[in-house]
């Protein structure tokens, strides 16, 4: 029944091309979504020309939309707000609109960020989705921004909408702004002789809840055929991590003990000491577990650099 209700399943997902996009391919590939076809957002296609992207949507006419694409590197919504206002917030309106345009009929998946939230006081952790969201920059207010955004579409426009919270995913071919992919690429050069066995690092005893992004797509996989339209659902390990603890499990895993020097320049103001979040809704909806280990995930990312090192 399942397998019949999945067939014939259109996905077209936006922002195909980032991180997230490129393993969500693979695993619909892999029959991860149940059987179905993917599409998605041409390249070139700016979120922010609604004409163009309602032409695009109108062509596949799709079952299901996840919409990945946005700014989502926190320094440059600093550095430029407006910009990241745009192509989240008002990216995601032509989205909305364009749906409705087609009289779309499908379920719609918006992935927000766990970083809406804000600074959580310790004593309110684990983070749920009750939480009222306190952004602290740029990105995340336009990421709260558009999931009000998308939840009045559920409300006034009968959109089946389903908002996810992610967050911090990590895995192979994550940009090396990220701190763990930074890490791995330091610790890949030591063990390779290419760099003195020295580490520059930020604040290593911040904590914080990492999973593989190939779970976070399989979340997102399974919200699509049981999550409740008009919910939110944060998608993360539950499990409170130190980013010393990533740092050192690289190093055994290379094979390495170099001396570790905090560079102030890797330090962010108002940073978050600690947190990990609930995803008790997300398992009781749709019975997910994460699958991948945190050390499979650090072998992989670590493994990508050091077969990129050439002594």
């Given amino acids: 029944m399942g397998r019949e209700r999945d067939s014939m399943k259109k996905l077209y997902i936006t922002g195909a091309n980032g991180f997230v996009g490129h393993h969500l391919a693979r695993i619909v590939a892999e029959g991860g979504f149940g059987d179905c076809a993917l599409h998605t957002m041409p390249d070139g296609l700016d979120i922010r020309d609604g004409k163009a992207l309602l032409a695009s949507l109108a062509s596949i006419q799709p079952d299901w939309v996840i919409h ?104 192979p071919g994550q940009g090396e702004r990220f701190v763990v992919p ?11 002789g290419l760099q003195e066995p020295t580490l520059a690092v930020g604040d290593i005893d911040v904590t914080r809840d990492f999973s593989d992004v190939r779970d976070v797509v399989r979340a997102y996989a399974a919200l699509l055929r049981h999550g409740q339209g008009g919910q939110t659902y944060n998608v993360c390990s539950g499990r409170e991590v130190t980013i010393r603890f990533i740092l050192q499990t690289l190093c055994a895993l290379a094979q390495v003990e170099p001396a570790v020097v905090q560079d102030s320049a890797r330090l962010r103001p108002s940073e978050q000491r600690r947190m990990v979040a609930d995803c008790g809704r997300l398992r009781q909806d749709t019975g997910w577990e994460p699958a ?20």
């Fill in 68 to 171: 990945l694409a946005a700014r989502s590197f926190v320094p440059d919504s600093f550095a430029n707000p407006r910009e990241t206002l745009d192509v989240n917030l008002f990216g995601t309106l032509n989205l909305l609109c364009a749906l409705r345009e087609m009289k779309f009929r499908g379920r719609f998946l918006y992935v927000s960020s766990g970083d809406v939230y804000g600074v959580v006081p310790e004593a309110a952790l684990p983070v749920t989705e009750s939480r009222w969201p306190e952004p602290r920059n740029p990105y995340a207010a336009s990421k709260v921004s558009a999931e009000t955004l998308c939840l009045q579409w559920h409300r006034s426009e009968q959109l089946d909408v389903i908002v996810a919270r992610p967050f911090n995913h990590i895995g």
């Fill in 182 to 192: 930074a890490l791995a690429r330091q610790v890949a050069l030591i063990a390779a």
């Fill in 292 to 311: 991948i280990s945190l050390e499979t995930s650090l072998q992989q990312i670590l493994d990508q650099f050091r077969t990129s090192q050439t002594p």
